[in-house]
Structures are given as structure tokens and as C-alpha cells.
């Protein structure tokens, strides 16, 4: 019971036909340069967060070897320190006589040296 719905041929429809398909035709060029641009964009964008992530990880292992460096410098100072102060002990006359009389058991005019041995430790089994 439906009628056929005729169309009308005449100029402008034949316009707007042709201009419809023009923009359909626009349309999809948009959308495919859209798509391409946005692709590239994304690619650009996933590039750059890579970036970060090895950027911050390389951070964090700089910074703990950092923190492992500091701390073996300290270790270093308080070594120099101590054998600055050695050097000095070594450098005192008092210090060389102190430790020729109780290694190398040197004694001056009129001394007699006597040596106690030392109990083994092992034996008694205390310390």
C-alpha cells in the first residue's frame, strides 16, 4: 500500500547530490588524515614515556650507587683519619720505644725483661 516515493531530477537536486558526495568524500579523507596524525601522535607519545621510564630508572640506580659511594667514602675519611693519627703515634718517640720494649723486648741499662706466658685460651674454655 506504500507508494514509491519518486525523486526529482531536475538542477538543484543534482547539486545537492553532488555536494553531498563531496562531503562524504571530505569526510573520509578527514577522518584518514585524523587517523594517521593521531597514530603518529601516539607513537610519539609511547616514544616519549620510554623515555621517562629508562630516564627515572637510570635516576634511581645512579642515585643508590651514589648513596653506596657516599658511604664508602665515609669509611675512607675515618681510615685516613686513623692512619693519620698512627702516622703520628709512629712518629713519637715514646710510642717506638713502648712498642720495642713490648714486641722486640728491648729493655734499657739495668732492666731485666721477664715474659709470663699467656694461658691457652682453648684449654680453659673461657675467653
Given amino acids: 500500500m ?11 537536486t543534482k547539486e545537492q547530490a ?3 558526495r563531496l562531503n562524504r ?4 579523507i578527514v577522518r584518514k588524515r585524523m587517523t594517521v596524525f593521531g597514530g603518529i601522535l601516539l607513537a610519539i607519545l609511547l616514544f616519549l614515556m620510554l623515555l621517562l621510564f629508562m630516564q627515572m630508572n637510570t635516576n634511581r640506580a645512579l642515585k ?20 693519620k693519627e698512627r702516622l703520628k703515634q709512629l712518629n713519637s718517640k715514646e710510642y ?5 720494649r713490648s ?24 675467653e
Fill in 64 to 83: 643508590q650507587e651514589q648513596a653506596k659511594q657516599t658511604v664508602e667514602l665515609e669509611k675512607l675519611k675515618d681510615k685516613e683519619i686513623a692512619l
Fill in 2 to 12: 506504500a507508494k514509491e516515493v519518486r525523486k526529482i531530477e531536475n538542477e538543484y
Fill in 103 to 126: 714486641e722486640y723486648f728491648l729493655s734499657n741499662d739495668g732492666e731485666v725483661i721477664f715474659k709470663i706466658p699467656e694461658k691457652d685460651k682453648k684449654e680453659d674454655g673461657t
Fill in 96 to 100: 717506638i720505644e713502648k712498642i720495642a
Fill in 18 to 20: 553532488r555536494i553531498n
Fill in 25 to 28: 568524500k571530505s569526510s573520509k
